[in-house]
């Protein structure tokens, strides 16, 4: 029987994993989203400037980790991590507790 747990450890998510690594600033906003989020409100949670926030909540995206509900509203566009960016943060916080116990 196969396990249908889903993993991080695949080529495609590796490379996701990367491109969260390589920009602190992506990191900082999926971590901020533990709860859907206006891009205002990621904003004030992440002391990032709005044209940083809206740039990589665009790539976050694209790569499939995030989805923007009511785009079509000018105000009112609210962020959330769906389940492949769910599992890639669970990861990511896997990685930093054991770099802090490693410290």
């Known amino acids: 029987m ?6 991080i450890h695949n080529k495609e998510n590796y490379h996701l994993l990367g491109k969260i690594l ?14 859907p989020l206006t ?6 949670k992440t002391d ?4 940083t926030v809206s740039k990589n909540i665009k790539d976050l995206e694209e ?16 962020v959330i991590i769906n389940t492949k960016g769910k599992d890639l ?3 990511l916080e896997k990685r930093d507790q054991e770099r802090k116990s490693k410290t």
């Open 2 to 7: 196969t396990n249908t747990k889903k993993s």
């Open 22 to 35: 390589a920009a602190p600033n992506k990191k900082k906003i999926m971590y901020s989203l533990s709860i």
């Open 39 to 44: 891009p205002k409100e990621i904003v004030k």
């Open 48 to 51: 990032l400037n709005f044209p």
């Open 63 to 78: 790569l499939g980790l995030l989805s923007v509900e009511n785009k079509d509203l000018k105000k009112g566009k609210v």
């Open 89 to 91: 943060l669970k990861d």
